[in-house]
């Protein structure tokens, strides 16, 4: 009860509604185990309506933050029993997996309060098919594409467009399932799509996620995150993020799910905000409810800024790991009131958020040998050292307690988030807590936020 004011408990000791007040703070479970449950976590666990926080699986860092529970984010059933048993009051799903599994229809089935959209509305994420197909139908702004079930017919049709050997081939062909952000292949050469083609299709690298292939038309800029939440009929725009997908410095290697995002980017103006809302978002989520899969929860949409304007490459349905932590870092409005009155559809009658006007930072720390085969269980020291300079948090997702020491268990280990009063000094305070944190093969972009000072 620390959060109050010591004459707030006195008073509603004397009133006889203590045990009133406290049995109604929530207990609230978050599904999931990387660098955004553990952000989310931190958020939740500032707002005096909490009693208690749960997340399923979770990780070193949400240990601290919160009590972690032994379930698979994608054990929908135990999640339910769970919830139940526990009498859940609201329910935050982080990754894609369990949403597109349902587990949102699966809690509500049972009246359980869930926070994400339904199976069917998640399409926009575990199909690229059913997006592509959805952008088209809302005239959303998007690259041109192809859709292809047999391997055979793709390269057949990269070899008709593409008839030379060394020719240019300026596509992206993509697995139509989930692929945990690697089933997306950006190709330079004809070899290129034709290798892409093999992995996803013939060998099969990212399983039925590859039943479908898209090879669309490799759009060129820069590319910004802009997510939103919504309960179906109010948006509420958040600010705009540039995550940095390639492995490497220089936007150079392969894909991954994220080495790094900062929040705001300059990129995106005022005006081009106001432009992605009207031409975007507000035509993706009418054209969900005339489709019958209403959106409720968060939409992020992957923008490509070309030079005849904003593009959409992908859609995402809950909060983008690592753009979420930067955006929370920022976030000075309590989250639990945002995300209750999404569940409840009443949006539109609670005050916007409100941020802070400092930019934040987030710098992914990688085991060796990501996005490709790495070691797990190699101890970390380092994080209290970082976590304890003025405006940093370490947000834990590849992490693990073994015994009394934290210990690498995934290729993103770690999300050094940190605030500045410009870019330039959010990112010096950012690497200066990255330099205090060492495992064995540990590494990192060090170029997270450039693109900002490029422009600036």
Known sequence: MSDYPYNRQLVLFRSGVWDQWTTDLMKILIIGNGGREHALAWKIKQSPRVKRIFVAPGNAGTARD????????????ALVKFAKDE???????????????????????????????????????????????????????????????DPDDAMRFIKGRFP?????????????????????????????????IDRISRRREFGKAGNQIIIEERLEGQEASVLAITDGQTIVPLPPAQDHKPAFDG???????????????????????????????????????????????????????????PKVLEYNVRFGDPE???????????????????????????????????????????????????EKGRPITGIDAADALEDVKVFHAGTRMEGDAIVTDGGRVLGV?????????????????????????????KDISDKALQLS
């Open 66 to 77: 919160a009590e972690n529970v032994p379930i698979q984010a994608e054990d929908v059933p």
């Open 87 to 149: 009498r859940i009051d609201l329910t935050v799903v982080g990754p894609e997996a369990p949403l597109a599994l349902g587990v949102v229809d699966a809690f509500q089935a049972q009246n359980l309060r869930i926070f994400g959209p339904t199976q069917a509305a998640a399409q926009l994420e575990s199909s690229k098919v059913f997006c592509k197909s959805l952008l088209r139908q809302a005239d959303v702004p998007t690259a041109d594409f192809q859709v292809f079930r």
């Open 164 to 196: 030379g050997e060394r020719d240019r081939c300026p596509v992206v062909v993509k697995a139509d399932g989930l692929a945990a952000g690697k089933g997306v292949v950006v190709c330079k050469r004809r070899d290129d799509a034709l290798e892409a």
């Open 251 to 309: 936007d150079t290697g392969p894909n991954t799910g994220g080495m790094g995002a900062y929040c705001p980017t300059p990129v995106v103006d005022d005006d081009m905000m106001a432009w992605i809302e009207e031409h975007v978002l507000v035509p993706t989520v009418h054209a969900m409810k005339r489709n019958r899969k209403p959106f409720r929860g968060v939409l992020y949409a992957g923008l490509m800024l070309t030079p005849t304007g």
């Open 324 to 374: 979420c932590q930067p955006l929370l870092m920022r976030l000075k409005s309590d989250i639990v009131d945002i995300l209750e009155a999404t569940v409840d559809m009443r949006l539109g009658e609670i005050d916007p958020p409100v941020w802070d006007p400092r930019p934040s930072i987030c710098v992914v720390m990688a085991s060796q040998g990501y996005p490709g085969e790495y």
């Open 417 to 445: 988030t940190a605030m500045g009063n410009t870019i330039s000094a959010a990112k010096l305070q950012a690497y200066t807590a990255v330099q205090k944190v060492r495992w064995s093969g540990g590494w990192c972009r």
